[in-house]
């Protein structure tokens, strides 16, 4: 990781993207996080359907909003999902840098 870093900065790679580290969870200090030529991807090895991907995202976009309101969303428009439906899914966690 120090020598990919050294080969961005030297302009001898245009970018990189990653999502396997030789730490993982990749360690909060690291350069990588703020490097801008750098971009991150979560290490999944899933099919992800269009379908799914935007009905989770209109999904957390209605909760973020509803909670820069102060609003929460009803319990009963969980229909029968098992996880909170007042907070966001997926969110990232920058302090334990994932």
């Known amino acids: 990781e120090v020598s990919l870093v050294k080969a ?4 001898w790679l245009s970018s ?10 990749l360690p909060s200090t690291s350069a ?3 490097h801008p030529k750098v ?11 269009a379908d799914d991907v935007a009905e989770l995202y209109a999904r957390n976009l209605l ?3 509803a ?8 319990e ?3 229909n029968g999902q098992d996880h909170d439906v ?5 969110k990232i966690d920058w302090d334990k840098g994932y």
Do not use: C, R
């Open 76 to 78: 009963e428009e969980n």
């Open 63 to 65: 909760i973020y909003y």
């Open 39 to 49: 971009l991150m991807t979560p290490h999944i090895s899933a099919v992800s359907y």
């Open 32 to 34: 990588l996080w703020h």
């Open 86 to 90: 007042t907070k966001l899914l997926y």
């Open 67 to 74: 909670q820069g309101k102060g609003q929460q969303e009803e």
């Open 8 to 11: 961005l900065d030297a302009e």
């Open 16 to 25: 990189a993207v990653l999502d396997v580290f030789e730490v993982e969870p």
